[in-house]
């Protein structure tokens, strides 16, 4: 990726990692970029650098605007290594007596990294570093995504350096929102889903802190994937809906089957969803990845799990899926299991418990069927799928 001027004298000198397919856990099927920002001034700024094994990039990305040693000031926003691996670096080519501006939080965090005396200058929310003609102000950003996490606005130009926040796992050529239009809203979403969702109480305060500073942002620039020029109010109103964690008339169904009896119910609960004007997903659960069906799960008003009994108690891939929804606190769900069993039939029932324990509203105990669903039971499966139905139309 070469560097793009994406303002008078601002340049994204980041790099696209086009091959990562698992960023620890989540699914990456296009890749992601680790975007990196030069500001040149009368002081010259770097804000963040990229994952480790691609620092020579960043540097010779750098090197085709300016002699890296000119860097004045380096800016730490997220202290997570795509972020900071290249910083050691970077550090030894500019100097590595030259200030590194990060949070209180950040410069804990990095030392602890890196382990490393650099010339740290802690900030806080509303302090400010000016480069001459532009200033630049911080904004700490505790947990989105760690609790080093601060955004960085260059006031003149009214650009918002977010870090982590309003980012997406995506590579590409393209450099900005009006250059893909709306496809790169999945991969947003995908990426509050997965890494945000958790901190929705905390994105919210933060949406409020802008208005109260009175932000003016005519640019967002996340250290993944693209920036936001055409529309910043689009990418800040569909965080809005998805911290608030409101759903659509949506239902997901989330299973997995040893010999397609579970199968056979999942899809007969769909259809009785489907009956009642509702739309339905169902997934399987070897067959899509979790950040995918975490995806879907966002804006679904109800999530139904289906299971075997295996081993007196759900599929192992069930629980995983269990484990992960439940560290990323999703809410306003209406919830409800199911499955075939052959003597014991146990995975309903803890299922439901797991669902509970998550405050999703349950509208019924739950279905099990012994071996293989007949037509009798598959008409009380699309009866299931219809009551749960009626209670997302509520
Ligand atoms: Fe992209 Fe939390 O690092």
């Given at each position: 990726m070469k560097p793009v001027e994406i303002a008078k004298g601002v340049y994204d000198v980041?790099?696209?990692?086009?091959?990562?397919?698992d960023f620890h856990g989540y699914s990456t099927y296009q890749g992601t970029s680790y975007n990196a920002f030069l500001i040149i001034d009368e002081k010259i700024a770097l804000v963040d650098t990229v994952k480790k094994d691609f620092s020579d990039q960043l540097l010779a990305n750098i090197t085709k605007i300016v002699d890296p040693k000119k860097i004045d000031y380096v800016i730490s926003n997220h202290t997570e290594m795509d972020h900071s691996g290249g910083l050691?670096?970077?550090?030894?080519?500019?100097?590595?007596?030259?200030?590194?501006?990060?949070?209180?939080?950040?410069?804990?965090?990095?030392?602890?990294?890196?382990?490393?005396?650099?010339?740290?200058?802690?900030?806080?929310?509303?302090?400010?570093?000016?480069?001459?003609?532009?200033?630049?102000?911080?904004?700490?950003?505790?947990?989105?995504?760690?609790?080093?996490?601060?955004?960085?606005?260059?006031?003149?130009?009214?650009?918002?350096?977010?870090?982590?926040?309003?980012?997406?796992?995506?590579?590409?050529?393209?450099?900005?929102?009006?250059?893909?239009?709306?496809?790169?809203m999945w991969h947003a979403k995908k990426y509050f889903a997965n890494i945000l969702l958790l901190y929705s109480p905390l994105i919210l305060k933060l949406l409020d802190k802008v208005t109260e500073l009175g932000l003016e942002i005519d640019m967002i620039c996340p250290d993944h994937g693209i920036i936001w020029r055409k529309d910043p109010g689009k990418i800040?109103?569909?965080?809005?809906?998805?911290?608030?964690?409101?759903?659509?008339?949506?239902?997901?169904?989330?299973?997995?089957?040893?010999?397609?009896?579970?199968?056979?119910?999942?899809?007969?609960?769909?259809?009785?969803?489907?009956?009642?004007?509702?739309?339905?997903?169902?997934?399987?659960?070897?067959?899509?990845?979790?950040?995918?069906?975490?995806?879907?799960?966002?804006?679904a008003r109800a999530v139904i799990m289906g299971s075997p009994t295996l081993n007196n108690g759900p599929f192992p891939t069930i629980s995983d899926f269990l484990t992960y929804m439940k560290g990323l606190k999703p809410k306003n769900k209406i919830g409800a299991a199911f499955g075939s069993y052959g003597w014991s039939g146990e995975a309903v029932k803890l299922i439901s418990n797991e669902l509970?324990?998550?405050?999703?509203?349950?509208?019924?105990?739950?279905?099990?069927i012994q071996y293989v669903p007949d037509q009798e039971d598959l008409n009380a499966c699309i009866e299931f799928g219809k009551k749960i139905g009626q209670a997302v139309n509520r």
């Open positions: 980041g790099v696209n990692d086009w091959n990562i397919r050691p670096r970077v550090m030894h080519r500019i100097g590595e007596d030259k200030p590194l501006y990060c949070s209180k939080m950040g410069a804990k965090n990095l030392a602890r990294h890196f382990s490393q005396k650099w010339n740290y200058h802690a900030v806080g929310t509303g302090q400010e570093l000016s480069l001459g003609a532009r200033t630049l102000m911080f904004l700490e950003t505790r947990m989105i995504h760690w609790p080093d996490s601060m955004f960085t606005y260059l006031k003149e130009d009214k650009i918002l350096f977010a870090s982590d926040g309003f980012g997406q796992h995506y590579a590409g050529h393209e450099k900005f929102d009006d250059q893909i239009g709306d496809e790169i800040i109103s569909a965080y809005a809906k998805w911290a608030n964690q409101e759903s659509e008339k949506k239902a997901v169904i989330i299973y997995d089957t040893m010999w397609q009896s579970t199968e056979q119910m999942a899809e007969a609960i769909a259809s009785g969803l489907y009956k009642e004007g509702v739309n339905v997903r169902p997934m399987h659960l070897r067959k899509c990845h979790r950040s995918d069906i975490m995806t879907e799960v966002i804006d509970e324990a998550m405050k999703f509203d349950l509208v019924d105990p739950g279905i099990k």
